[in-house]
């Protein structure tokens, strides 16, 4: 299959799952296209299956914002006629369902009909998307492409719940690749460099937005440092950082806490971590949760949205209520004051994890792809068949 991926080139979850997904099916031996702005920070182009194709958009002073739908439709036309692309995904509703239906269209024009699949990922939905001046070109486009799959149930649920939506949505979790994860990152030389041997090490990644609950992280931890001796390792960066700085100051633990910033070693990071934390207001998923327990590292996280999906009460980590700070700490200690007890639980977490292994997941996404490709050619064999008058 000739499959053209549209996806938003940056660190956070859709683009990392989009790259991730392109770049297993290149080595299937499928022809894959990244059509974006930027080149995806995860994508590597050492595979001959694998291509990309730079979206620029031209300035123009009539243009208070430049219209980046119009120049990704352009190039989608563009590429899908180069390479005689067999199907279009899209990951995340806004700009790019829609875009991808516009290129449809403008393709339709010329004889060339393809499949458009779209994967919703969780703010294209919850908040952009539900936005009064978004909602009508979201429910649009979600109506008008052949596929539509979501990374929970949870948030099929939520896109029926905020929009009229008329077609099927197929839940297909995020994924993991557990090849990748080396076990020698683990080594005693770097983790001293982090923290002392009797130091347990709990770390947070994320991009630092409200939705994360970032003080009640800082408030979770100094409760457990209160009880043993620890060390937060803080991955990301983003508009929250800053207070939490802050707020480690106020509590006199700034010294236990280290601030990363982005990191290009988030594997090295959680190889050497004991606990993960997702306290967040919503996950959609919660890939980072899923990342840490590819690592064997348990996860105490809100059981809010998609979480309860991933994270297993109980096996792979806890879950309670937003806020719940006392309880999530208390959760952590239980996990962290005990070495046999923490052994358990990240060999639960890696055991958890592999269910979301890419080996699984890959198959129900090719599955998809071949029966949209299958309609289209039927489609396409019925109109040209001749008719007799």
Same mark, same amino acid.
């Given at each position: 299959?000739?499959?053209?991926?549209?996806?938003?080139?940056?660190?956070?979850?859709?683009?990392?799952?989009?790259?991730?997904?392109?770049? /297993?099916?290149?080595?299937?031996?499928?022809?894959?296209?990244?059509? @974006?702005?930027?080149?995806?920070?995860?994508?590597?182009?050492?595979?001959?299956?694998? =291509?990309?194709?730079?979206?620029?958009?031209?300035?123009?002073?009539?243009? =208070?914002?430049?219209?980046?739908?119009?120049?990704?439709?352009? #190039?989608? %036309?563009?590429?899908?006629?180069?390479?005689?692309?067999?199907?279009?995904?899209?990951?995340?509703?806004?700009?790019?369902? +829609?875009?991808? +239906?516009?290129?449809?269209?403008?393709?339709? $024009?010329?004889?060339?009909?393809?499949?458009?699949?779209?994967?919703?990922?969780?703010? &294209?939905? @919850?908040?952009?998307?539900?936005?009064?001046?978004?909602?009508?070109?979201?429910?649009?486009?979600?109506?008008?492409?052949?596929?539509?799959?979501?990374?929970?149930?949870?948030?099929?649920?939520?896109?029926?719940?905020?929009?009229?939506?008329?077609?099927?949505?197929?839940?297909?979790?995020?994924?993991?690749?557990?090849?990748?994860?080396?076990?020698?990152?683990?080594?005693?030389?770097?983790?001293?460099?982090?923290? *002392?041997?009797?130091?347990?090490?709990? @770390?947070?990644?994320?991009?630092?937005?409200? %939705?994360?609950?970032?003080? &009640?992280?800082?408030?979770?931890?100094?409760?457990?440092?209160?009880?043993?001796?620890?060390?937060?390792?803080?991955?990301? &960066?983003?508009?929250? *950082?800053?207070?939490?700085?802050?707020?480690? =100051?106020?509590?006199?633990?700034? $010294?236990?806490?280290?601030?990363?910033?982005?990191?290009?070693?988030?594997?090295?990071?959680?190889?050497?971590?004991?606990?993960?934390?997702?306290?967040?207001?919503? /996950?959609?998923?919660?890939?980072?949760?899923?990342?840490?327990?590819?690592?064997?590292?348990? %996860?105490?996280?809100?059981?809010?949205?998609?979480?309860?999906?991933?994270?297993? $009460?109980?096996?792979?980590?806890?879950?309670?209520?937003?806020?719940?700070? $006392?309880?999530?700490?208390?959760?952590?200690?239980?996990?962290?004051?005990?070495?046999? %007890?923490?052994?358990?639980?990240?060999?639960?977490?890696?055991?958890?994890? #592999?269910?979301?292994?890419?080996?699984?997941?890959?198959?129900? +996404?090719?599955?998809?792809?071949?029966?949209?490709?299958?309609?289209?050619?039927?489609?396409?064999?019925?109109?040209? #068949?001749?008719?007799?008058?």
């Amino acid at each position: 299959m000739k499959i053209a991926i549209v996806c938003y080139p940056t660190f956070g979850g859709s683009g990392v799952v989009a790259t991730e997904l392109g770049l /297993e099916l290149a080595r299937l031996g499928h022809e894959v296209h990244f059509i @974006t702005y930027s080149q995806p920070v995860r994508l590597a182009l050492l595979n001959p299956n694998v =291509h990309y194709h730079e979206v620029n958009v031209p300035e123009y002073p009539l243009f =208070h914002y430049q219209p980046y739908e119009l120049a990704l439709s352009s #190039k989608l %036309v563009d590429m899908v006629k180069l390479y005689k692309i067999d199907l279009l995904h899209v990951h995340y509703a806004i700009p790019h369902a +829609y875009a991808g +239906y516009m290129a449809k269209q403008m393709l339709k $024009d010329e004889g060339i009909e393809i499949p458009m699949i779209t994967t919703l990922h969780g703010t &294209d939905i @919850t908040l952009v998307g539900n936005h009064p001046h978004y909602k009508p070109a979201v429910s649009f486009s979600i109506n008008k492409s052949d596929v539509v799959t979501s990374v929970s149930q949870s948030l099929k649920d939520d896109t029926y719940k905020l929009f009229k939506i008329k077609r099927d949505i197929h839940v297909i979790p995020n994924f993991i690749e557990l090849d990748k994860n080396v076990k020698d990152f683990n080594m005693p030389c770097q983790r001293s460099l982090i923290a *002392k041997n009797e130091e347990r090490i709990i @770390t947070h990644i994320s991009n630092f937005r409200k %939705v994360k609950r970032i003080p &009640d992280i800082i408030k979770i931890f100094y409760k457990i440092q209160q009880e043993i001796p620890a060390k937060l390792l803080m991955v990301g &960066d983003g508009p929250e *950082k800053e207070k939490a700085e802050l707020l480690c =100051h106020e509590l006199g633990i700034l $010294d236990k806490v280290i601030f990363f910033g982005n990191s290009n070693e988030i594997d090295k990071i959680l190889s050497n971590s004991d606990l993960f934390l997702l306290p967040s207001e919503t /996950e959609s998923f919660g890939l980072a949760a899923l990342e840490a327990m590819a690592w064997g590292v348990p %996860v105490i996280s809100s059981n809010s949205g998609g979480l309860p999906e991933v994270n297993f $009460d109980g096996v792979s980590g806890y879950l309670s209520t937003v806020g719940n700070i $006392d309880e999530m700490a208390e959760n952590a200690l239980k996990i962290l004051k005990d070495d046999t %007890v923490l052994a358990q639980f990240k060999e639960n977490a890696l055991s958890v994890a #592999k269910k979301f292994d890419i080996k699984h997941i890959l198959p129900l +996404y090719i599955d998809i792809y071949e029966k949209a490709i299958k309609k289209y050619t039927k489609k396409a064999k019925h109109l040209n #068949k001749p008719h007799n008058d």
